[in-house]
């Protein structure tokens, strides 16, 4: 008897966009060694006396522009994603968020509550970090009962049928008129790159680290991202003037470059009028999509002298990504 059952995990969202409950997630998150990595007391102070008494306000602020009738976005999209998921695999099938809810702990109790002893996990991030990856495989393996097993698949940043996915998506959202295609991704700090090289000597340690072959790729997030970036641009016959490739969401200095808003701000300077936005760090839309892009990095553009924004959706439950996704799951399975 296959007792084989898959969770899929992505980040989280707050309850609501009251304060209170924002505060409560940004707490969760930033708490998060993996996230925040300083030792514990730094970590504490620095959230407690720094950020929890001043973010949260704006924060919510940023998460009620784009809460709609049905609730968070990403926790819409990502049930969405579970149902059409299950429907096809026609096996046990459940949602877990690193933080907020339903929880990861959630996800496998009701995987072990319907017999399951054998959970294929993958989270919701195409390129590996330690802050979403990691994090991850951690909490669920924290919370196996004794007898289950956990097979995780930590990437699929290059995965042809991911890749397909993506490019058949932009390909059906892209306007008449575009001159360039922004492809944003998600930053992280420089030092997140350097402790994740098993190598310790690869990543960030010279100028062409991602174009020279190396084990510290496989857990290298600004490898993994040119990576997809090329083999998108490949399928959308792109020549290299016609995209750029760069980093949102950053929080201080020492974080990957170039940033995107800074990008976003100078294209307008160089003939750049019509612009299309791909976000490929996401396979479900939520507040880096539709608030930062959508809202902040369009009026960033527009004031600079663009003409025309486009934010092209996430994957969510196109029909093209829930396929690669079950076959996904499916030869994880097999292998297993």
């Not at 707490?27 to 996230?35: A, I, K, N, Q, R």
């Not at 096809?88 to 109790?109: F, I, N, T």
């Amino acid at each position: 008897m296959d007792n084989t059952g898959y969770l899929l995990t992505n980040l989280g969202t707050p309850d609501s966009p009251d304060v209170a409950d924002v505060r409560q997630y940004l707490g969760e998150f930033l708490m998060d060694p993996y996230v925040l990595d300083v030792p514990y007391p730094i970590r504490r102070l620095i959230v407690s006396a720094f950020i929890l008494p001043f973010r949260p306000k704006k924060s919510a602020e940023a998460y009620a522009s784009i809460w709609d009738e049905s609730g968070s976005p990403l926790l819409k999209i990502s049930q969405d994603q579970l149902s059409a998921v299950s429907a096809e695999l026609k096996a046990p099938v459940a949602l877990g968020m690193r933080y907020g809810q339903p929880s990861l702990a959630q996800g496998v109790d009701s995987l072990v509550e319907q017999g399951v002893d054998n959970l294929v996990v993958i989270p919701l991030y195409p390129q590996y970090a330690d802050s979403t990856v990691t994090t991850s495989i951690d909490a669920v393996n924290q919370h196996l009962p004794d007898g289950v097993t956990a097979r995780f698949i930590t990437a699929f940043y290059d995965d042809p049928r991911y890749i397909s996915a993506l490019a058949s998506s932009v390909k059906q959202t892209l306007p008449a008129t575009w001159d360039h295609l922004l492809m944003s991704y998600h930053g992280l700090p420089t030092r997140h790159l350097k402790k994740a090289d098993p190598t310790g000597k690869h990543c960030m340690q010279r100028a062409d680290c991602c174009a020279v072959a190396s084990t510290a790729h496989a857990t290298c997030y600004r490898h993994q991202v040119f990576e997809t970036s090329r083999a998108l641009a490949h399928e959308l016959e792109l020549s290299e003037s016609q995209y750029s490739v760069t980093f949102q969401s950053r929080l201080g200095g020492g974080w990957l470059q170039p940033y995107t808003d800074q990008v976003l701000a100078e294209l307008p300077n160089q003939g750049v009028k019509h612009l299309a936005v791909v976000c490929p760090a996401f396979v479900a839309d939520n507040l880096e999509t539709l608030e930062e892009m959508g809202l902040q990095g369009r009026e960033t553009f527009l004031e600079a002298g663009g003409e025309t924004f486009h934010l092209i959706p996430c994957l969510n439950d196109h029909p093209d990504w829930i396929n690669a996704l079950v076959q996904i799951l499916n030869d994880d399975s097999d292998a297993g």
